[in-house]
């Protein structure tokens, strides 16, 4: 099976993708998606020991954890200015 014209691996007839495949579908970055997996945020199979496979329903669960943020920006810092000697 030609996997560029699927978009993905057919395997029990569930569509696989790999990181690269599964962040240009999603429109992020492959690390994004490497990190969204460590933190538990995202959703994934693991095939084997190492190898790890994104179904549509994976990248769909993506969407469905995140929830509007809360600024976590810290405010800038006022630069100090230096007192002149008297």
């Not at 030609?2 to 962040?23: H, I, K, P």
Request: glycine letters at 8%; aromatic letters at 6%; hydrophobic letters at 35%.
């Amino acid at each position: 099976m030609n996997r560029r014209s699927t978009g993905g691996r057919q395997m029990e007839g569930l569509v696989f993708y790999t990181y690269c495949e599964a962040a240009k579908k999603l429109g992020v970055s492959e690390s994004a998606i490497r990190k969204w997996v460590a933190n538990g945020i995202m959703r994934h199979h693991k095939l084997g020991g190492r190898l790890v496979r994104f179904t549509d329903e994976d990248l769909l669960s993506a969407f469905r954890v995140v929830e509007p943020m809360q600024s976590t920006a810290t405010p800038p810092r006022r630069q100090r200015t230096r007192r002149r000697p008297s």
